[in-house]
């Protein structure tokens, strides 16, 4: 099974300054302290373009500075896709609400870490290189991974200084290739692990351990803007910003498979009805006769020269009760907000990436899509991302990403009128197609 990258939410990037926030074209890196022809600069740019390291600033990459346990456990929980735990950290020096007490609970649950102590994990600590092994050796047996290489570690002169604990996790390091000695005869096994050290440690393990290797966040957006899906430009804009606010990929697929029938971005809901007059919402209807709305906006694109305050004081006017007297006011874009709260914030969102301008560029539109998308699954609408979770602790299938196309269309999305068993197979089914060519498998 192919595994994907996670990209951390913006506050852990810089909390962890171990996830890029800063998107560069293929092939790139910002860090002028790993120069063309650094040592580790192959490994640099490629954790960097899967979104598993970045800077500890925008220009530098901080190759010999040291790596933290937490700072480790948190790359593979990631890596994982964030799987829920089930338990708290049993941890003294993990406080609940600490950036890696979510990893550091569920790596222990996994039995991929242990305690510096009974009661301790020492999150902060640099992390020794014999950690780093036993660390990536318990998360390799954990998936099923192939953990049968091995070498002789009495060919280096300090192997007496390898932990007991560590010792059989150290051989296979070495013999697959992720860990070699500092010298020809040396392998400072208790040595700390500086950054560019990791990150080799990391592109060789996703290399020749992780079956397939990972799939980047980039590729996966240039796989859905290469497809042939429906409305493929509407789900790669969104993908790119979900992905990047750290929303597991399968997930980001059930919200695109549910797009798909859904609106395209910055497309106002239609008040067509002509050939069934009947199935017009009462909301349509009273657009239709009190704001004339099927000749100014029904079908119509917001970012083809609407203007944007106009449609804002529309909305405000309509108010808390909308046109209904039950909330709804009209859908708009990629996700068809028709709620008075929510058609009023996607406005806003317009507004501020208009940056002042009374008229709005489809990309600008993307943006505050994405944004609210993102907004909404972080708060009013949190507990749709947080129970498919619980519901998926193994979350880089298409499975999940079916669960999650029906998670969103029962739980967040909600087609009025139809959402059956139909809607919600049809919409699963969408997701999983959407998951397959994210990951390039279809």
């Known amino acids: 099974m192919r595994k994907r990258m996670v990209s951390a939410a913006l506050a ?3 909390a962890l300054t171990l996830f890029s926030g800063t998107a ?3 092939g790139q890196h910002p860090f002028t302290d790993v120069p063309q022809g650094h040592w580790a600069g192959d490994a640099v740019q490629y954790v960097y373009e899967n979104n598993l390291m970045g800077g500890t600033d925008s220009t530098t990459f901080s190759p010999n500075a040291t790596t933290t346990r937490g700072m480790i456990v948190t790359v593979l929980y990631r890596l994982t896709g964030e799987p829920a735990s089930g338990t708290a950290s049993q941890f003294t020096d993990v406080a609940a609400g600490a950036w890696y ?4 609970a569920w790596a222990a649950s996994r039995d991929i870490v242990n305690g510096t102590s009974a009661t301790t994990f020492s999150p902060n600590s640099p992390i020794t290189r014999e950690q780093l092994a036993v660390i990536f050796y318990r998360y390799a047996q954990d998936q099923g991974w192939d953990v049968s290489a091995w070498t002789d570690l009495g060919l280096y002169q300090d192997a007496a200084q390898v932990s007991d604990y560590a010792t059989q996790a150290l051989a296979w390091a070495c013999g697959a290739g992720l860990i070699t000695g500092t010298t020809d ?3 400072s096994p208790r040595g700390s692990a500086t950054r560019a050290q990791v990150a080799v440690i990391l ?6 351990v992780m079956p397939d290797g990972p799939v980047s966040h980039q590729e996966m957006v240039r796989n859905l803007q ?3 899906l429906r409305k493929k430009d509407t789900l790669a804009a969104m993908a790119q910003v979900l992905l990047d606010d750290g929303f597991a990929p399968a997930f980001v697929a059930g919200l695109l498979g549910n797009i798909i029938e859904e609106g395209d971005c910055g497309r106002f809901e239609s008040s067509a009805y002509l050939s069934n007059p009947d199935a017009e919402p009462d909301y349509l209807v009273y657009m239709d006769e009190n704001y004339d709305y099927r000749d100014k906006y029904s079908y119509r694109l917001i970012y083809e020269g609407i203007s944007l305050q106009e449609v804002y004081a529309m909305v405000l006017e309509l108010g808390p009760a909308g046109a209904n007297g039950r909330g709804s006011c009209f859908g708009l874009g990629c996700m068809q907000w028709t709620s008075y709260n929510r058609i009023k914030r996607l406005l806003e969102n317009y507004l ?3 940056d002042g301008a009374d008229t709005i560029t489809l990309a600008q539109v993307q943006e505050a899509e994405g944004i609210t998308i993102s ?5 009013t609408h949190k507990k749709v991302y947080t129970d498919w979770q619980t519901a998926n602790p193994e979350q880089d299938t298409e499975e999940a990403a079916y669960d999650a196309g029906v998670k969103v269309c029962t739980s967040y999305g909600i087609p009025v009128g139809y959402n059956t068993p139909e809607v919600q197979e049809k919409r699963g089914g969408n997701a999983a197609q959407v998951y397959a060519v994210m990951l390039g498998e279809s």
């Not at 907004?375 to 708060?379: A, F, G, I, K």
């Open 12 to 14: 852990l990037c810089l």
């Open 24 to 26: 560069l074209a293929a």
């Open 101 to 104: 007490a979510k990893a550091v």
């Open 185 to 187: 005869t040396t392998l």
């Open 203 to 208: 592109t060789r393990f996703c290399e020749t």
């Open 226 to 228: 290469n497809s042939s």
């Open 352 to 354: 501020e990436a208009a």
């Open 375 to 379: 907004y909404e699954l972080r708060n």
